[in-house]
Nanobody
């Protein structure tokens, strides 16, 4: 059974950094594009970043360009989201997703606050 487990969230001050991880199991991870989404309180879930199966190409939502970096390690079946220069507007539950299989993790909470 496909499974995604996010980790790495927490409380961070504005301007700080966090690295999220998403460990995949139950499917051929290296064959699938992967995405990070987030859902802020009272808002709809939105796509934050995506990465091709090979890792050769990435895409970002405009508000995170230049601050967030998505990457993957196919040998470890893991996708990452490095988040720098965090602002309170980045506060959300962050989810990883395999779009082709429509598999979601349970999410990890990121809170940016002083």
């Amino acid at each position: 059974q496909e499974q995604l487990v996010e980790s790495g969230g927490g409380l961070v001050q504005p301007g700080g950094s966090l690295r999220l991880s998403c460990a995949a199991s139950g499917f051929a991870f290296s064959r699938y594009h992967m995405n990070w989404y987030r859902q802020a309180p009272g808002k709809e879930r939105e796509l934050v970043a995506g990465i091709l199966a090979t890792g050769d190409s990435t895409n970002y939502e405009d508000s995170v360009k230049g601050r967030f970096t998505i990457s993957r390690d196919n040998a470890k079946n893991t996708v990452y989201l490095q988040m720098n220069s965090l602002t309170p507007e980045d506060t959300a539950v962050y989810y990883c997703r395999n779009g082709a299989l429509d598999t979601w993790g349970r999410g990890t909470l990121v809170t940016v606050s002083s």
